[in-house]
């Protein structure tokens, strides 16, 4: 009995309940901490980035984004804030071990705030860009080390590793053998047998890494990208630019067979659209400025698969802009040619697949279009009641 009033005095001793009760009836200041260390982490880029570059609007500061009511989510919807920082990232001297900004993007992703860690993995196209770029370039012998770049990859992926606990990214394929709820009655479904599920996996159990090996760095930045997947309904739209920009790069710019695609005859049909696209020469120079990204890398399917992922929403997501529907156009195309010259077969079927939807979606699109000129054309029929006052 003794032994018990003990144990009941030092469980309400310990003051993790109470704390945990005050923390949860207060979200107001978890709300504040929130925001504060938001505006504090925006704030250290002053230091960091001293100087706007000329095409930045006079009117942008760090300071005003960092005063708004949600700091973080401002600064991920700055088009200004993000040519700030990517005209650094892709700086010559950048991704050392010593650099300040890719010191700055690992502490802020290892931070507990879901919306700065949606601002760095808005420059994870950039940055993984330019970080593969670099690796694979011929020139590579001579360029600065890549360690800041590599900390901020491992950061992304060490998350991942964490949150996925050991276990494989599965899915359920739907097989023959099982029956279907749509043929079989409901009571019999149940009263059968039982059937294990097809189970297909997605992607292996992870392993823990502490540095970026050559064998490993596939693994790294395809987790690393499909990190940036799950999140990417709310990626700005230049950061998706970027991404497919990145993507027609490593495929390859120079192969003719991006413009062969046999049964779909893709080829007259996107160079017609595309001319109708550009309308605007400030589209043209965007997109121009787009396809002369990168160097073409070796694509392993670690890599290609989730950047597959993040074209598909590009082409087909409804909320997207043109600029990135066009972007991701040109990406899936050189990727289909990149994978008939690798002979992967993966590739080929997904690739054509989003070749074929995207062609459907701009047919309809343009279909829709030629309706509702034609009916904004055609003048409307008077009414009944009409021609009577006239008639009198």
Not at 29 to 54: D, G
Not at 172 to 196: D, V
Request: charged residues 20%; hydrophobic residues 35%; positive net charge.
């Amino acid at each position: 009995m003794d032994s018990n009033n003990k144990n009941n005095s030092s469980t309400s001793s310990i003051p993790h309940p109470t704390t945990t009760t005050s923390t949860a009836a207060d979200p107001v200041q978890s709300w504040w901490e929130s925001v504060s260390k938001a505006r504090s982490r925006i704030l250290s880029l002053s230091s960091i980035l001293p100087s706007l570059p000329s095409s930045s609007s006079s009117s942008f500061s760090l300071s005003s984004l960092a005063d708004s009511d949600r700091p973080a989510l401002s600064f991920l919807s700055s088009p200004d804030a993000y040519s700030l920082l990517s005209s650094s990232l892709s700086s010559p001297s950048s991704g050392s071990g010593s650099d300040p900004l890719c010191q700055w993007l690992y502490e802020t992703y290892l931070s507990s705030n879901p919306n700065l860690r949606l601002v760095v993995l808005s420059f994870l196209p950039l940055l993984s860009g330019t970080y593969l770029s670099r690796i694979h370039s011929s020139e590579s012998s001579s360029a600065p080390s890549l360690s800041g770049f590599e900390a901020v990859l491992l950061a992304i992926y060490s998350s991942e590793v964490k949150s996925r606990a050991g276990k494989p990214v599965t899915v359920q394929i739907p097989h023959l053998s099982h029956p279907s709820l749509y043929h079989t009655p409901r009571n019999k479904l149940h009263k059968s047998q039982p059937q294990a599920p097809s189970v297909g996996v997605l992607s292996g159990p992870l392993e823990v890494q502490i540095a970026v090996k050559s064998t490993k760095r596939p693994v790294i930045v395809g987790v690393a990208l499909d990190c940036y997947f799950k999140h990417i309904s709310q990626m700005p739209t230049w950061s998706k630019v970027e991404l497919c920009g990145f993507a027609g790069a490593w495929a390859g710019q120079d192969c003719a067979c991006q413009d062969k695609f046999n049964e779909y005859d893709d080829a007259d049909y996107f160079l017609e659209e595309r001319n109708m696209m550009m309308s605007s020469s400030e589209s043209e120079d965007n997109l121009r400025i787009t396809e002369s990204k990168g160097v073409r890398i070796p694509l392993p399917w670690e890599i290609l698969q989730p950047l597959l992922r993040i074209i598909g929403h590009c082409l087909l997501g409804p909320f997207n802009t043109q600029d990135a529907k066009d972007a991701a156009s040109i990406a899936v195309r050189r990727l289909y040619a990149r994978a008939s010259h690798d002979l992967v077969p993966q590739a080929i079927l997904a690739t054509r697949s989003l070749i074929h939807l995207d062609k459907r979606t701009r047919e309809a699109a343009r279909a829709a279009a030629a309706n509702t000129s034609s009916n904004a054309n055609t003048p409307a029929k008077a009414k009944k009641h009409e021609i009577l006052l006239v008639s009198k």
